[in-house]
């Protein structure tokens, strides 16, 4: 078995007059009768194998819109095809956790690998870190002062002889790590990484329940395609495969970044032309903060980023992306003009539709509809998110801004899974987080983490896809 078999994400849908729609961003694709049952098949929870030809190029096209995603089953990763465990050297950064390095290391004594590379980036205690990677067979190199994690990576990367390397983080707990799944991924010649699921754990309250619940670097239980703007925009680097060649094709890490250098990584490596993939079939698990002054100055922390990776990555960090129809829309209904709103929704949907010719108009009205409801979560979310100093300023106005800023809160709440507790410290986090946003945005004097970006309801043709964006 040359290729993993696929199986459907769960966005998958039948539009009619054989098209479907899936992925993220949203895409419609029309296929043929073979193709609709292959799609039938999938939407049932059936695994295809893919056979070449024609049904190559189709699941190509599925695979890259996000519609479907390999499924490593055991037959699978059985074949003697993938790569060995011995390909792989574990490249382990730390500074000063003694404790999870001595823990991280036993760890991995049971699970298979080539070798284990450690980079101290300057503990206060080295003597004790050196022992800890003698008594595991791991190698040691030492940087003599704080260089930060993106150095400590790039020297490990820069040690490595293999040709993947795996990125694991000292507060790492790689027991349900899975390693044969993460390696079956990288029989693929166009995925140069893939990430598996990082969870929360430790601490007692509710601060360490929200985080095993959602926990900050937790991409969700979906797989996905990585790439910007989608559902899994990014993977963090506490524990990363890569191919090695494909690492230092780029550069490595931003050294320069003391945030966000996994983000910037990983949308290096997509704009490089590779595909990067996250696999929550394998899990760790990563210490989460204790206290709420560490726990909120994490999240103010990760906020910090978006400022110089907006330099990076002009218009990736933009909180909303919504098409002009949907503003209007919005705005209409806003300003108190629900009639005019209706008006805007149905001439966007009869736009759609000539977009679209084929697919059935309750289809298309669909999809118009779910376009606008979920551009309406979008703005929703960046007014108590980035936006939210602004709308208290307003609130403190208007009745009408007090009005919708109710709205808008009470939209989130019923958007966030879990308890109210949970969404209640969740809403602090992110209040945090914007702190941070506007903070790293003042420093670099940039403004496109906290301006909204134009959307467009795509209409790039082919034979064989459509994407459909809101």
Known sequence: ????????????????????????????????????????????????????????????????????????????????????????????????????????????????????????????DPGAVARAARNHGARLIRHGSARGPAAARNTALGAVETPLVLFIDADVDPSGLR???LLAHMSGEGTVAVAPRVVSSGGSGILASHDRLRGPLDMGSVPATVRPRSAVPYVPTATLLARTASLRGIGGFDESLRFGEDVDLVWRLVEAGGVVRYEPAARVTHRARSGWRAWLAQRFDYGTSAGPLERRHPGRLAPVSVSPWSAAAWASVVAGHPVLACTIVAASASRLASALPGVPRRAVVRLAVGGHLAAGGELARAVLRPWWPVAALAASMSRRARRWLLVALLAELAMVPGPLPHRLVEGLGNAAYSLGVWRGSLRERTAGALLPMPGWWGERRSRTARTLRR
């Open 1 to 124: 078995m040359s290729r993993p078999p696929l199986v459907a994400d769960p966005t998958l849908r039948r539009l009619g007059g054989g098209s479907w729609s899936g992925g993220s961003p949203l895409r419609v694709v029309r296929v043929s009768r073979r193709g609709a049952e292959i799609l039938e098949e999938l939407s049932r929870g059936a695994r295809w194998e893919p056979s070449d030809g024609p049904e190559e190029e189709l699941a190509a096209r599925l695979l890259a819109g996000g519609l479907a995603h390999p499924c490593m089953h055991p037959g699978y990763l059985s074949s003697p095809a993938l790569p060995a465990a011995g390909d792989v050297t574990v490249a382990v950064p730390v500074r000063d956790d003694l404790d999870g390095l001595e823990a991280l290391l036993e760890a991995l004594a049971g699970l298979p690998h080539g070798n284990v590379v450690v980079v101290d980036d300057g503990s206060l």
């Open 179 to 181: 390693i044969e799944v």
